[in-house]
């Protein structure tokens, strides 16, 4: 079955540049979106389409794509941004998720 | 604002079924396809299922095909997933979510989630 790959954690210091990476085979030819899930909520999406950011997520979230890798960057962290965050996509089975990668603000 | 409300959830035995309730508002109900999203605890989301605007195209997991069942009633502006053969491993917090892509398979928003527990 399809997986993408992310890495379990990832941790910064508040102020500092946060990237997390999600690799697939059909990323290139699939877009990619990212939600951000905090303890007891349910997830939110923070980039859709790759690279596109909805109306009420804060302009220092964004996303980018390089072959079958794609990035969520998340520039000057702020301690609320500790979360976890997934990646998602299509394949012809559906949709996958990746596994999940928690950020840790320091 | 647009909100999705999830009920039915519980503890049932393995072997049982349950019926999974996700009540729309705030948009057009009928113009969206609608997926199934669980999460066992402390893990990461899987896709269970969706459905389009009026029901007539259906796709499932391969781990719940043949056990579950999405449907939806426009007037009642409800989604529903009715689960049977439960196992053990059916166990998760199950959310609904919008597809605002017409199919395109992407989730915003989500509901609240509701916890099914499958346990003797």
């Known amino acids: 079955s399809y997986e993408l790959t992310q890495p379990p954690s990832v941790s910064v210091s508040p102020g500092q540049t946060a990237r997390i990476t999600c690799s697939g085979d059909?990323?290139?030819?699939?877009?990619a979106y990212w939600y951000q899930q905090k303890p007891g909520q349910a997830p939110v999406m923070v980039i859709y389409?790759?690279?596109e950011r909805p109306s009420g997520i804060p302009e220092r979230f964004s996303a980018s794509s390089s072959g079958t890798t794609v990035t969520l960057t998340i520039s000057g962290v702020q301690a609320e941004d500790e979360a976890d965050y997934y990646c998602?996509?299509?394949?012809?089975?559906?949709?996958?998720f990746g596994g999940g990668t928690k950020l840790t603000v320091l | 604002e647009v909100q999705l409300v999830e009920s039915g959830g519980g503890l049932v035995q393995p072997g049982g079924s349950l019926r999974l309730s996700c009540a729309a508002s705030?948009?057009?109900?009928?113009?969206?396809?609608m997926h199934w999203v669980r999460q066992v605890p402390g893990k990461g989301l899987v896709w269970v299922s969706r459905?389009?605007?009026?029901?007539?195209?259906?796709r499932y997991a391969d781990s719940v095909k043949g056990r579950f069942t999405i449907s939806r009633d426009n007037a009642k502006n409800t989604l529903y997933l009715q689960m049977n053969s439960l196992r053990a491993e059916d166990t998760a917090v199950y959310y609904c979510?919008?597809?605002?892509?017409?199919?395109?398979?992407?989730?915003?928003?989500w509901g609240q989630g509701t916890l099914v527990t499958v346990s003797s």
């Open positions: 059909t990323l290139p030819k699939q877009y």
């Open positions: 459905i389009n605007g009026d029901g007539s195209s259906i």
């Open positions: 389409k790759d690279s």
């Open positions: 998602q996509s299509t394949d012809s089975s559906g949709p996958v």
């Open positions: 705030g948009f057009t109900f009928s113009s969206h396809w």
């Open positions: 979510a919008r597809d605002p892509g017409s199919g395109s398979s992407w989730f915003d928003p």
